[in-house]
């Protein structure tokens, strides 16, 4: 079963204008569909990170993923690991994505190359076994994964441009009770259980407000979650902590609050001297296998917010899974702008994480029909669950037209970058900059 | 490809009297062949520990694994590391096997059953494939796995009883100088190019004089290791650990040289505060993944000694790796008497660990040609290395003959556990107990 052939879409895919510590998301988001077909002829397929540094770094790998086995990946796990291992001696920043959006820090290109290939020959392994790609793990601990209501401060509009404009679904984002009406809306259609606000864009009371408007509309039942991305002072994380410690329970978190796990651990500290319980989960400070031992030593993260779009794929979110459950911590997963292959990826890789105890994230509902590039059409939800497929591989095809018409979209965008900051500065604020902490 | 039968063949193959600090292996050693059947007629089997413990927690969970799909292997472990997990609370003496030889130790019961399901899942999954059976997990790190040569102290004979006893291969081992002979003759036939020697059981002078002759006789390029079981106190691990600094660099460990991280803890620190860098290896206070946290924290174990076996199969295997990679501490792998059944499976284990850098221990060659299971008869080694075959699951089938002739010689044997302190007792001294520390 041995890759023959190598294949890159670029695709551009509609983006309401949600907000975030790092700026502003675009009109549309870029994505790379990867495909790639063995000797027999079976086709396996992923979605990954889009543009110009992700497309040149699979490009860079292509003499090694031409003639691999798609059961021996290894070898190529192996090399990557130390060549990051390598640029990360001494590297400044190396834990962090601080600064970086995902899909653009250089810290984890290799994991997230090999990801991106590990996930369409787990796709092909499947199709050649006949057996779903979280059955090719071990076996699966579950047959439907949570994924959580992925709230987002908005502006008004849809996302896309001229005659690709996009109904705005969830209007106007910027107050609580339109971020309840958000929530309401959500969960109405995808039937979610639970909560993550995406934070660090208002002031921390307005964000407060949020989170406590959410708890009295929902209850204790909904577990809510707030991520700034890092937008706080360890000041400000511990002020929020101790103003969100009911809300913040029952299967709550707060996650990145300030940068560094440094900062993290301190805020810990301060809190749990109060009987703060809160735990706190990361995608940001931590990134990678390499940060999880310090991040255990200060204490600074009991929830590893995985993805294996960077951490390497589905064996290697099995691995995180396990590795926190022995040391104690929880794990979920982070999401970025996907389609329908990547939320497959994420189900399975899910569906193989005994220790996943907390809803994963999904933009999903950020998306539309319009753009999704599977057959078939989107992804249902049920009660906030994908359940796996008895198909087999990721259990999608790809609509080739659909392929082609967002990538034509792709070839006429004027940027090969997720720039979240310059998207702030082009519609919003003129003189807005990322500023850590802001608040 | 769901599991329509369970066989489990008891046997009994011969073995020298060689010693350790818990006592003397008696004439035979046993096992039990564990055979399963799909229902596509598809054959897995592996091997594992002897006796009516073991077979008594298989049959225990016969009706688990009949009609399991082979694939599906979560749900059997998900349900014993909960009974584990259970079992372990608060219970004295968790962390360790010190009183109980391996395949004896209740506390690994549920990982060592699971393991015995696991290793022939896999080989039956294998052969459904065409894959060799480390090629199921990810991919391969290497294509031949190193062993050691593992010297054991001994009296004259050569194992069996009667009709069926052996020739004494290695004569009598009780000085420094028929180690050095034992080990030379063992490298010589096998290629070994790493020494264990399995100590506590002389005076430490004694063994520390093994070390130095055998050290004196194959220079530095031959890592040397010795185990001598907890037999030691914390102070006279110190000594031992002082007086064999240069023999135990370049590649040596010292392992379980006393009972207990917490004392295996101290032996470290005082090392360490005189430069001594000697690292620990342990398979008696880590044997299960619960362990490694505290044996982390206090700096206890720099080497992991994994079994399949009682670790909870190959999968497990490679959790394990991994997690002490990240950790940057070292695996390697523990034996017990086993056949050709049980070196595929450590050396499938093997193959897929690329954080294995520590020749593997074996028994191998304490058993004999007439006494082998497989078709084919005994694994050859090269270089000291077992080379992964290009054949499907394990790459061995039973040889029913040669299982009946065991089985029949189980069947006669007057006891149905491993008990070397009452072995001990019978034919060296008839009030040997076991006292630890003994020196």
Redesign the interface.
Known sequence: MRIVSLKLFPIAIADPPIRSSYGLHAPYAIRTIVEIETDEGIKGISETYGGEGPMAQLEAARDQIIGM?V?????L??DFEKRAAEEAKGAAGDRSQTWHVPGENPMDRHTRTFAAVEIACLDAMGKA?N?PAC??L????RDAVPFSAYLFYKHAGGGGLGDDEREDEYGEGLTPEAMVRQARQMIDFYGFEEIKLKGGVLDPDEEIETIKALRRAFGPKVPLRIDPNCAWSVDTSVKVGESLVEELSDGGYLEDPCAGLDGMGEVRRRLLAQGIPTPFASNVAVTH??H??EAYKLDAVQIVLSDPHYWGGL?AQT?LD??CG???MGVSMHSNNHLGVSLMAMSHAAA?C?NLHYACDTHYPWQTERDEVVVGGRIKFEKGCVRIPDKPGLGVELDYDQVARLGERYAKLPYRKRDDEAEMRKRVDPNWKRVLPRW
């Open positions: 086995d059961m021996q990946r290894m070898g796990w192996l076994l057996k059955d090719l071990g076996g699966r601990a296998f390499r999880i031992p064996r691995l396990h590795f022995v040391l104690g193989a005994p």
